[in-house]
């Protein structure tokens, strides 16, 4: 029984530390390109380094860090126009797929997905009330949280668990895209409306939900690619 016990925590730990060392990264406290020892991490977290290299190796798969062989793990360039494009062609792939699966909860769906909406419409005003530049990380934290929300309720009522899954494998990977992504009010702005015309697409119309929301995605990346 120990054993076992002694098995749980341990997962436990490294899914804790998995964490954490993933907020690192996504908040940009540790820089793209920077070499990321494990050593060191490990001092830091207070834990020792074999959670650490657990965890770096589940975000290698990830993408969002890298490994050199002789030389251990570094953060991650940002992504480039081609991997942009080809991430966004996943999405669009797997989100209408789930927009079409999902009108047939429809009616279970919609009292969720008016929820999130409200929820990424407030946290889009605070980043326009905020008006810095860049807007505070706990601003821009909370906006991309409520955002990946509001797609979170269409793949939960896709009814399909794989597709949830795929959606879930390119989440690192979407959610530092889009930290990249924002590039001002007005990208805020066009990405509240297009939210809110796939909630009126379910409430009149379930059949154009797929299509609303893949204009949504496409919009995204096209504000996404504009930058590079």
């Known amino acids: 029984m120990s054993t076992g016990e002694g098995r749980l925590d341990r997962r436990a730990l490294r899914d804790q530390v998995y964490d954490r060392v993933l907020e690192l990264l996504l908040s940009g406290e ?37 490994r050199e062989a002789l030389k251990g793990y570094r953060v991650a360039p940002p992504l480039d126009p081609e991997q942009l494009t080809e991430l966004f062609d996943a999405r669009i792939m797997l989100e209408e797929t789930a927009a079409r699966l999902s009108t047939a909860a429809t009616d279970r769906l ?4 008016r929820e999130a909406h409200a929820r990424h419409r407030a946290a889009s005003d605070e980043v326009l009330a905020a008006g810095a530049e860049p807007v505070p990380l706990p601003v821009t934290q909370r906006y991309f949280d409520a955002d990946r929300a509001f797609h979170d309720v ?3 009522h896709s009814g399909n668990r ?3 899954q795929m959606y879930d494998g390119l989440g690192a990977l979407t959610h530092r895209m889009r930290q990249a992504a924002l590039r001002g009010p007005e990208d805020v702005r066009e990405a509240v409306a297009e939210h809110e015309a796939v909630l009126k697409a379910y409430e009149n119309d379930p059949a154009t939900a797929s299509e609303a929301l893949r204009r949504h995605v496409t919009g995204v990346r096209n504000r996404s690619l504009s930058g590079h």
């Open 30 to 66: 540790i820089a793209a390109g920077e070499r990321l020892s494990i050593d060191t991490m490990a001092r830091d977290l207070s834990v020792s380094p074999t959670p650490v290299r657990e965890a770096l190796v589940q975000l290698e798969r990830t993408g969002l860090v890298t």
């Open 154 to 156: 269409i793949f939960a």
């Open 162 to 164: 794989y597709l949830v």
């Open 110 to 113: 919609l009292p969720d997905l």
